[in-house]
């Protein structure tokens, strides 16, 4: 009765409860991919709906085919338009098995910016390190090179959006577009984006043209320049919606300055005049050194942009 006794001790149970959640965040919960949908009334009234698939931070390494594969699946979900939002790149060799990846898409509308992990690879970084405070890069040798990334996605037909602005027209809907570079190592400038705005003839906001502005890391001076632009819909990543998130509590940091309660998922970024609908990704993925997810599936968004209701 006695070893019985000690088997089942609280310590015992709290190991057995410990080594699960490992096992279950670390081995099975980062590859429960999953689709996070929403619906966001800011077309003109009797618009025909527009689905935009969102995805970010996939940190794609050359041997993810499981997620190479699923992400290319998403195809099948027919948008009518893809933004990809940064952290493509999980490996300085993942080039090309992230442009075979994203091929599937060719034809079909797509934008992007990047993040940091599209110009710098991964190193092991102290965690507790990350929960302090935003990890922001300072001076560092590039080791991806960004230059050919970009080529490859613009071979496929995609738009690039760092800095930058273009409008398209989608199921007879005319939608503005403008992004940021990563603020997160602040390559951001929004002058450049200004003035991309202004050369694209998009300067002057059009009340039947809704506005989306896109940005990797959802830093609070990035979300007030799309804002200052008119922005009905910010799109951003980078915050892997905390990547571990305690039941009842929710993320623990954003790696950023952006409120914890909007580190993933729909809420509305405003200030004294403006408000939009901001969508923070969790992403597909994480730092191949720090293989772990909690209570916080790895995601893809769709979003259906429909006129508001009569």
């Known amino acids: 009765m006695a070893r019985n006794s000690r088997c089942c001790s609280p310590a015992a149970a709290l190991g057995w409860a410990a080594a699960g959640v490992l096992l279950w965040s670390t081995v099975v919960e980062r590859r429960l991919f999953t689709i996070r949908r929403h619906e966001l009334p800011i077309l003109p009234a009797g618009a025909a709906p527009i689905r935009v698939l969102q995805l970010s931070d996939l940190h794609l390494a050359p041997w993810q085919t499981n997620k190479m594969n ?14 990809l939002t940064g ?14 990846t994203l091929e599937a898409f060719a034809g079909t509308p797509t934008l992007f910016v990047h ?22 890069l300072s001076t560092r040798e590039q080791d991806i090179d960004n230059a050919t990334l970009t080529s490859g996605l613009t071979g496929l037909g995609f738009t690039d959006l760092n800095n930058s602005a273009t409008s398209l027209e989608l199921r007879g809907t005319k939608l503005d577009v403008f992004g940021l570079n990563d603020p997160h190592i602040r390559f951001d400038d929004g002058d450049a984006m200004r003035a991309a705005i202004a050369a694209a003839g998009i300067a002057d906001p059009d009340p039947a043209s809704p506005r989306i502005g896109v ?15 008119h922005a009905d819909l910010i799109l951003a990543g980078h915050t892997h919606g905390g990547q571990v998130r305690v039941p009842g509590v929710g993320a623990l940091t954003s790696n950023s300055d952006l409120p914890t309660n909007q580190a993933r998922g729909l809420s509305v970024w405003y200030d004294a005049h403006r408000a939009a609908y901001l969508n923070v990704s969790a992403g597909l993925g994480n730092s191949i050194y720090a293989p772990v997810r909690f209570a916080c599936r790895p995601e893809a968004s769709l979003l259906t942009l429909t006129p508001p209701a009569a």
């Open 70 to 83: 699923w992400v290319r699946s998403l195809a099948e979900l027919n948008p009518d338009l893809v933004v």
């Open 87 to 100: 952290d493509l790149m999980g490996h300085v060799g993942a080039r090309p098995s992230l442009l075979h």
């Open 115 to 136: 993040g940091s992990n599209d110009y710098y690879g991964p190193r092991l970084k102290n965690p507790m390190k990350y929960l302090r405070e935003p990890s922001r």
């Open 215 to 229: 940005v990797h890391a959802p830093y609070q001076a990035a979300l007030g320049e799309l804002l200052d632009e």
